[in-house]
């Protein structure tokens, strides 16, 4: 499997293409990296006055691009063809829309795929993306949230059925040997996933850390796709 072969191997053997133009070198080239980057200069939050689109109980939510044209090209290899080394840049690119308008957060966590198909994969691509992020930010990942059962695939329901499709399908994972103390207490999570749409996902993840003790919840991505 391409995925599971070292970076640095992986670079001699296979050179990253862009998926963007197609040039070997740098997983994004720097000609098309700035799409990452769509909203960077945007401010953070809902203005004033209109409807706030933050699905509970979430308290913020950013993503970095729209779902199209390199981004939606660099997520799709990330996930289905094995490409981890876009997961650097993609990370890259949330951390720096988060150091831009973030509110806070203490630690990144990741939205977990289901564990087969994380074992198909070799890797969970939010995972890999989280520790770029949290590489870049100077904070913690910690990969606390597993998810219970196969969902069908967001992108397959109607956005009034995401909700009850992902309800319940999260918890916190078992610590080795039941350890004291409850780590989440006081601290302010920030979830981390490749795309949102409705945010129902990002809603059911945030729940079982408010639960347990997280002070909040916040949410970045990617992508969102409308």
């Known amino acids: 499997m391409v995925a599971a072969i070292p970076d640095r191997l992986l670079d001699l053997a296979f050179p990253a293409r862009c998926p963007g133009c197609g040039r070997e070198g740098p997983p994004i080239c720097a000609g098309c990296a700035p799409a990452l980057d769509a909203r960077l200069e945007l401010a953070g939050g809902v203005a004033i006055g209109l409807p706030s689109d933050v699905p509970a109980p979430l308290?913020?939510?950013?993503?970095?691009a729209p779902f199209g044209g390199l981004v939606r090209r660099a997520l799709h290899e990330l996930?289905?063809?094995g490409e981890t080394?876009?997961?650097v840049p993609l990370g890259e690119a949330i951390a720096r829309r988060w150091l831009r308008v973030g509110a806070g957060g203490d630690v990144l966590v990741p939205v977990p795929v289901?564990?087969?198909r994380a074992r198909r994969?070799?890797?969970d691509q939010a995972e890999l993306i989280a520790r770029a992020a949290a590489s870049a930010l100077a904070l913690p990942c910690a990969p606390i949230l597993e998810r219970t059962r196969a969902t069908i695939a967001q992108f397959d329901l109607d956005r009034t059925t995401r909700a009850s499709n992902v309800r319940g399908a999260f918890q916190l994972r078992a610590r080795p040997g039941g350890s004291p103390g409850n780590p989440l207490t006081g601290?302010?999570?920030?979830?981390?996933?490749?795309v949102v749409t409705t945010g129902a996902t990002l809603s059911a993840c945030a729940e079982?850390?408010?639960a347990a003790g997280a002070l909040g919840v916040s949410a970045i991505t990617v992508a969102r796709e409308r």
């Open 85 to 87: 080394r876009l997961a």
């Open 114 to 116: 289901h564990a087969e």
């Open 121 to 123: 994969r070799g890797y």
């Open 79 to 81: 996930k289905y063809a």
């Open 59 to 64: 308290l913020q939510l950013e993503w970095c």
């Open 187 to 194: 601290r302010w999570i920030v979830l981390i996933d490749d």
């Open 208 to 210: 079982p850390l408010l």
